[in-house]
C-alpha cells in the first residue's frame, strides 16, 4: 500500500468527521500495488445508515481530503445499506484494504 500512516490518519479522520464516526473507509485500487507509482486515491466509504445527503458530505470529504492531503485526484465510492452494488463496489469490498 502506497500510503502513510500519516495519510491513512487523515483519511480516516476526516471520513468519521464527515459521515459520522461508524464510517469506515477502505482503499482499493492502484494505489495497493507497491511496484506502481503515481495513481489516484480509489477510497470506498461504508457506512451503517443510508443519508439523506451523501452526495453534498461526500463532496465535502473530498475537499477536506485535498486541503490535508494537496491537490491529487480521490474518487470515491459510497455503500449504505440501500446501495445496488455494481462489479466496481464489489471489487473494492473484496480487494481493498480497510484503513
Do not use: W, Y
Amino acid at each position: 500500500m502506497r500510503l502513510s500512516a500519516q495519510t491513512r490518519n487523515v483519511i480516516r479522520d476526516t471520513a468519521r468527521e464527515v459521515f459520522g464516526p461508524a464510517a469506515k473507509v477502505r482503499l482499493f485500487g492502484s494505489r495497493l500495488d507497491d511496484t506502481a507509482r503515481g495513481g489516484d486515491l480509489d477510497l470506498l466509504v461504508i457506512l451503517p445508515a443510508s443519508l439523506d445527503d451523501s452526495r453534498r458530505k461526500t463532496l465535502t470529504f473530498v475537499a477536506r481530503l485535498q486541503r490535508q492531503l494537496g491537490d491529487q485526484s480521490i474518487d470515491v465510492l459510497l455503500v449504505d445499506p440501500l446501495t445496488q452494488l455494481q462489479p466496481v463496489h464489489q471489487q473494492a469490498l473484496r480487494e481493498g484494504i480497510p484503513l
